[in-house]
């Protein structure tokens, strides 16, 4: 079966034939593609672009992100741990109660010994080279010492409720109970007692039931 | 004879009979263009080329179908281009066709994404140096642009780009049978629609 406007075999149909002519003005007008040399495949790019590629920047940019942040946690904790050990000496030279303990020798010569104290006064020995008697203090947390001083301040002060009521002493407090136990007598005479009346109650209507049957 | 039933895209064909001739004609084309995409993975200029010439007036119809006519030349080069660049994830070399027509019909619906905010320039505006048979043309084709979007490609494919329907079932890779039904739907919704407008045209002349 012919059908021209399926495959244009046959007879051609009039306004088909017409459509054709009057949209034919609208088709494709061939131009040459321009195809840039970068969108072939399999085309070598430039050194440069491979060197410079898109997943090793990302690598790269990540590798010096992660190298900054470590320095700078690596100081931040140098720099913390110094600011401790200087306000643990402050402190223990204030207060003067340095404990004898380990003792670091300044030796000035040599330079292997870093502490020095210069509040304190060094003993000349033979050589000459000066010894500050120090105790090396233990390195403790931040919230370990806030607990360490807690407890510490709990021992010397022991805790008073000052909202609990004042308990009564010797002979008052003996009153006292006495009256407690004659309060709880009599509560338990009086709870007896209602039982009972209860129990009578119940038996006076249990009788009344019977009879009424 | 045979019975056709077509709803949308669906298509079930009951006693179909094709034609060997319409089946045979497509196969040479898929062959063809699975050597030449071959070429073009190695690096063939020529080869892609050959496969522009063979494409080009689908991928026009196609987005004829759906962007305003003075887009569409240069949609048409980089529809082409984005095709060369992602060649090489086309699974099946034989499936260019169909591949190509997904990737036009991907960017059509690209470029009305992109152009959403500003104004678009209709086809009804009458350009300064269009001649009367172009106007009327575009007449013509605003009214295929009513018709329901499964009729628009092959009518545009049929009318405007020359395609016979077995030409455009190769290409597209639609079912033939499909091809077959959805222009001659369109065809009879396209007589209705010039039909009401020569009456509304006569009606104006009185």
Known sequence: ??????????????????????????????????????AMPNVARPPAATMFSRPRLTIAASLILMLLAGTWLVTRRNEQ????????????????????G????SNNGTGKNTIVNPTV??????NGVGIVKMTIPKRQRPLQQFFARRQQRQQQQPRVNKNAPALPQGEEFAVTQEEGREATAKVMLALRLASAKLNFAQRELQEISRVER | MYE?????????????DMSAREAAAPLVEISSDAALVA??????REAYGRLYDAYSRMVHGILLARVPYGEVDDLVQDVFLVALRKIDSLRDANLFGPWLAMITRNRAMDFHRRS???????????AANTSAPEAEATEVLNLIRLLPEAYR???????????TGPEIAGRTGLAPASVRVNIHRGMKLLREKMGAREVQKGALKL
């Open chain 1, 1 to 38: 079966m012919s059908d021209y406007l399926w495959d244009k075999t046959g007879e051609p149909e009039a306004d088909v034939e017409e459509l054709e002519n009057l949209l034919g003005a609208l088709k494709y007008r061939e131009r040459p593609l321009e195809i840039p040399a970068t």
């Open chain 1, 81 to 100: 741990h110094t600011n401790y050990l200087a306000e643990d000496k402050r402190e223990s030279v204030t207060n003067g109660n340095s404990q004898p």
């Open chain 1, 102 to 105: 380990s003792e670091i020798v």
């Open chain 1, 121 to 126: 006064a060094p003993k000349p020995t033979e």
């Open chain 2, 4 to 16: 056709l039933e077509a709803t949308g895209g669906m298509l079930q064909v009951i006693g179909t």
């Open chain 2, 39 to 44: 070429s073009v993975r190695a690096g063939d």
């Open chain 2, 116 to 126: 959403r905010d500003t104004a678009e320039l209709t086809d009804d505006l009458p």
């Open chain 2, 153 to 163: 490609e092959p009518l545009i494919l049929r009318f405007v780009e020359g395609m």
